[in-house]
């Protein structure tokens, strides 16, 4: 038996005593949710398409296994390794990204995925945490004035978002901005390349608007319901009412029967209708915890990028699960977006499982690394 003993030095004991472990619990939370949940939605989607009842839940539970490893893996590297990784992940993805423009599958109008054998990867997935874990370091490295990081960073955030408009994919590029201008906020840069940021991003939600045509379709269909078909987004606050506080109960819902993407975008009204309002709020709290937990044990931090590194990881998860809860309440505009670890999806599921693998790792203690130590909320005591 494994004995997890502070005095043991083994790699796992030493992970053991200095992870987060209420982060960790709430992950597994998440994870957990995300199994019944696929039980829940993907067997009716599945029957639809013509193939067998549990293919949906047997792929998510395959992917499974690899992410779960990937998240501990990661969480065990130091804040070197995490950063180095980063940059590993970074140039490969980048490289992919390129590849997609090229030989990439179509779906949808878009051509973000690659096809590998039987399956099929997004590489815009990975580059999104590989590249807040980088440009946090190079922030934190051209504050210290040993490199021009800003320069840096933001060329990196032109390639990436670039290639992000070419697929095109703004979703995704949306949200690598709201990443990136919080990195710039917080790493102190002034309020001047900050407007300028929040200018070049409204200029190009303008041009997207008014020159790709599924982007101009969902937001006017978003303001306007009647000038499109809004058939999605109807079933799914028929969901939310139907299910009200309680739910109707495992397996009773009827939304997962009739919504193609009931098992990915719109998971979340499959969870309120079967489940009810609480399951929502259990979820939305599950997300709420490991932001402010996250943030909580950070802000004492003394060492500026795990700082900047964490604090880009976690609004990079919180937001992600934020639009797509909202699309799901008809408070934004669809925008193909997965619920981390709910989703179906098995490049968003190794992605996210590398997100918070990094998370963990930075947030590991670390002998001289925080003034104070955080109790179980996040809040500091000395």
């Not at 997890?4 to 709430?26: G, I, Q």
């Not at 779960?68 to 993805?93: C, D, E, F, P, W």
């Not at 945490?129 to 440009?135: D, R, W």
């Not at 992600?320 to 599921?349: C, D, E, H, R």
């Amino acid at each position: 038996m494994i004995r997890l003993a502070r005095t043991n030095r083994t790699p796992w004991s030493e992970w053991w005593w200095t992870v987060d472990r209420w982060t960790l619990v709430a992950v597994a939370g998440l994870i957990i949710i995300g199994i019944l949940l696929s039980l829940a939605a993907s067997p009716a989607v599945a029957q639809r398409l013509g193939l067998p009842g549990f293919h949906f839940v047997y792929r998510h539970l395959v992917f499974l296994v690899p992410a779960v490893l990937v998240l501990l893996g990661t969480s065990m590297l130091n804040a070197k390794q995490a950063r180095r990784l980063a940059a590993i992940v970074l140039a490969v993805s980048l490289v992919l990204m390129l590849g997609t423009l090229v030989f990439g599958a179509e779906v949808k109008g878009a051509t973000r995925w690659l096809n590998i054998g039987p399956f099929s990867l997004q590489p815009s997935e990975f580059a999104k945490p590989a590249f807040a874990v980088l440009a946090a370091w190079l922030f934190s490295e051209g504050a210290r004035g040993r490199i021009p990081g800003a320069a840096i960073a933001f060329g990196l955030y032109a390639a990436l978002a670039s290639i992000l408009a070419l697929q095109p994919d703004f979703g995704q590029l949306s949200l690598l901005t709201l990443v990136f201008a919080g990195l710039f906020f917080l790493s102190g840069l002034s309020w001047f390349w900050i407007g300028m940021m929040g200018g070049a991003a409204a200029l190009g939600g303008l041009a997207a608007y008014s020159f790709v045509p599924h982007v101009t379709s969902r937001v006017d269909r978003f303001l306007n319901p009647e000038s499109g078909d809004t058939y999605q987004i109807d079933r799914a606050l028929d969901a939310f009412r139907h299910g009200g506080f309680f739910g109707v109960g495992p397996g009773e819902g009827e939304v997962k029967q009739i919504l193609p993407d009931a098992h990915t975008d719109f998971i979340f009204a499959v969870a309120a209708e079967e489940y009810g309002v609480l399951a929502g709020l259990l979820i939305i709290g599950l997300f709420g915890f490991i932001v402010l937990r996250t943030l909580g044990r950070v802000r004492n931090e003394n060492d500026l990028f795990v700082q900047l590194a964490t604090t880009a990881l976690v609004v990079l998860v919180g937001v992600q699960a934020l639009i797509n809860m909202a699309v799901n309440v008809n408070l934004m505009p669809a925008k193909g977006m997965t619920l981390p670890f709910i989703s179906y999806g098995g490049s968003s599921l190794l992605a996210v499982a590398f997100t918070f693998g990094m998370l963990l790792a930075l947030t590991r203690r670390r002998a001289g690394a925080r003034l104070t130590q955080p109790d179980m909320m996040g809040r500091a005591y000395a």
